[in-house]
Structures are given as structure tokens and as C-alpha cells.
């Protein structure tokens, strides 16, 4: 399994943009990359997945360089609401998913 | 996400006592999980079941059981609950359409348990 390391924390400020980087320096060929954002007492909701480039949807952008070795996941334009904690997971075919303790995003006024 | 929930929402027990936590779907998933996570850490991996006929052992599945009784349900057990069960408890699902580990997983609110 690709072990992930992503900042333990973030302080924002709300209307900026925040990127969060996560390492997995060894990712397998086949392993794609996945965030998801938990709210206290609240399940994990995904957010989005990558295997390389950029994606982006209506809540987030993902870049992942050539080496997939790194991946940032892009929050625009920041709200209140998005104080969460954000999880980096890497994985393929059947290997199960391993959340770790992700890292907590405070968006402060 | 409304379409799999957990009951109870909350549950006080005592140490040696059987709990069952119960979970139920209508995503019409054929994956579903049982998660843990304890205060300030990620979450880990209990169980897991393919289908109604597949179970697998998780990161951790000492002390605890599962049972899947139908495509939509998947109750996890905890035959003699222990302090360090204290917890907060997450179902979830996924579809069997894609790779397992990329497949979306959908969770439920919650379980919080309380072991004395």
C-alpha cells in the first residue's frame, strides 16, 4: 500500500484558496488518488479522484505532477463551511483504503 | 448521506456486555464497510464485505464481528465490549462497478459508543 503524508493542519482565511499537498512517494502504477472531507461527527464524503494531470469539479481541483509522487488537492475560494478535515488516500485494485489522520483545515473570517 | 444509516446514533454499555450496531443501505451497493475512529485519528477499517456471501477482516478486527444479512444490511458486533472499544462507528458503502480501492465509498452519520 502507497503510504500517504499530508499536513497535520491549516489556517485560512475565508475567499482564499487553499491547497493541500499529499506525498506518496510510492505509488504503484495503478493506484489512483482520492480526498474525501470529513466534518466533525460526520462520515467521510468524497471529493475527488485522480490518476494524473488535473481534474476538477464543481467543489475541487486536483493536480498531480508527472511522477504522481505528490498531489495537491485546490479549494477555491474558501468558506466557513469548509472547515473540515481533508484525508489523501492511494490505492488500487482490491487493496483496501487507508485513511489517515488527514489534515484538519480551519478557515477563520 | 441519507441513503445508509446507522443505528443506534448513540449507545452507553457496559464493559463484558454484547452490543450490536446495525447498518442498512438503499444505494443498492454490493460493498459495504465498518469503520472505527477514535478521537483526533483517521479512520480504520474493520470489516469489509464484497457481497452477501463475502466477508473479509480489516486493520482491526480483534474483538469484533460481522454479520451481512442481506444485500442492503451489514451489522457489526462486539461480542464483549472492552473500554478501548469507546468509539465512534461508520458504515459504509461503495458500488462494485469499478476497482474496489476507486469505487466512492458513501458513509453513514455515525455510531458513538460508549463503553464503561
Known amino acids: 500500500l502507497a503510504k500517504t503524508t499530508q499536513p497535520i493542519s491549516m489556517d485560512s482565511y475565508e475567499g482564499q484558496e487553499v491547497n493541500i499537498t499529499c506525498s506518496h512517494n510510492n505509488i504503484a502504477t495503478n493506484d489512483y488518488i482520492t480526498w474525501y472531507q470529513q466534518f466533525p461527527s460526520q462520515g467521510p464524503r468524497f471529493i475527488i479522484q485522480?490518476?494524473?494531470t488535473k481534474v476538477t469539479n464543481e467543489v475541487a481541483s486536483l493536480f498531480i505532477p508527472a511522477d504522481r509522487k505528490s498531489s495537491t488537492l485546490s479549494l477555491p475560494r474558501v468558506s466557513l463551511s469548509d472547515t473540515a478535515v481533508y484525508y489523501c488516500?492511494?490505492?488500487?485494485?482490491?487493496?483496501?483504503?487507508?485513511f489517515g489522520k488527514g489534515t484538519m483545515l480551519l478557515v477563520s473570517p | 448521506d441519507a441513503d445508509v444509516t446507522q443505528t443506534p446514533r448513540n449507545r452507553i454499555t457496559k464493559t463484558g456486555k454484547r452490543i450490536m450496531l446495525e447498518c442498512s443501505q438503499t444505494k443498492g451497493h454490493d460493498r459495504m464497510y465498518w469503520y472505527r475512529q477514535d478521537p483526533g485519528l483517521g479512520l480504520q477499517l474493520i470489516y469489509y464485505?464484497?457481497?452477501?456471501?463475502?466477508?473479509n477482516k480489516g486493520e482491526i478486527s480483534d474483538g469484533y464481528s460481522v454479520s451481512r444479512q442481506a444485500q442492503a444490511k451489514f451489522s457489526l458486533s462486539l461480542e464483549s465490549a472492552i473500554p478501548n472499544q469507546t468509539a465512534l462507528y461508520f458504515c459504509?458503502?461503495?458500488?462494485?462497478?469499478?476497482?474496489?480501492?476507486?469505487?466512492?465509498?458513501?458513509f453513514g452519520p455515525g455510531t458513538r459508543l460508549t463503553v464503561l
Open positions: 488516500l492511494v490505492g488500487s485494485g482490491y487493496s483496501t483504503l487507508t
Open positions: 464485505s464484497f457481497d452477501v456471501k463475502d466477508i
Open positions: 485522480g490518476y494524473k
Open positions: 459504509a458503502t461503495s458500488g462494485s462497478g469499478g476497482h474496489f480501492s476507486t469505487d466512492t465509498q458513501y
